[in-house]
């Protein structure tokens, strides 16, 4: 069985213990050279992983800058149109409507028949309309607002 001062510590020369003072600096040096030269390989390791670690985040970093740049190229591409001027107008009144029809700007939607408006959304291309029927069913109507064109998608309870 070993000593247990030579679990933990490197073997050294037996004349190097029992010289004592008497041991030459250049065997000291050549110990601690060995050690280090067991430890080459992890500290290669260690170089080669820390700048892998730089170079994936100077490639974040420039996919970011690089999406970012072409967000605000389109954005400066894009044809800006002028704000019209609206003429003010007094408005005309509304003819009596229909209960099944609600009047929305210059087009009109059909309410579906037996069927109650439970929400309206609105957005600066088109228009959201939710619908409930008695039996559960909903149906929800797109309009869109450039052209007035009207979607209605039904979903079944």
Do not use: C, W
């Amino acid at each position: 069985m070993m000593r247990e001062d030579e679990k933990v510590t490197p073997q050294m020369n037996r004349s190097e213990e029992t010289a004592g003072e008497g041991g030459s600096m250049q065997d000291v040096v050549d110990e601690l050279g060995a050690v280090a030269d067991q430890h080459k390989g992890l500290k290669t390791l260690v170089l080669v992983l820390g700048l892998v670690i730089i170079a994936l985040f100077i490639f974040v970093v420039y996919a970011i800058a690089t999406k970012a740049t072409e967000q605000l190229i389109a954005l400066d591409n894009g044809e800006k149109q002028p704000i019209a001027e609206v003429a003010p107008t007094t408005p005309e009144p509304l003819k009596a409507l229909a209960s099944d029809i609600i009047a929305a700007g210059d087009y009109h939607v059909v309410r579906p028949e037996g069927s109650e408006l439970l929400s309206a959304i609105a957005n600066e291309r088109e228009l959201l309309l939710h619908f409930r029927r008695a039996d559960g069913s909903d149906t929800l109507i797109l309009v869109d607002r450039a052209s007035g064109k009207q979607t209605p998608v039904s979903v079944p309870k």
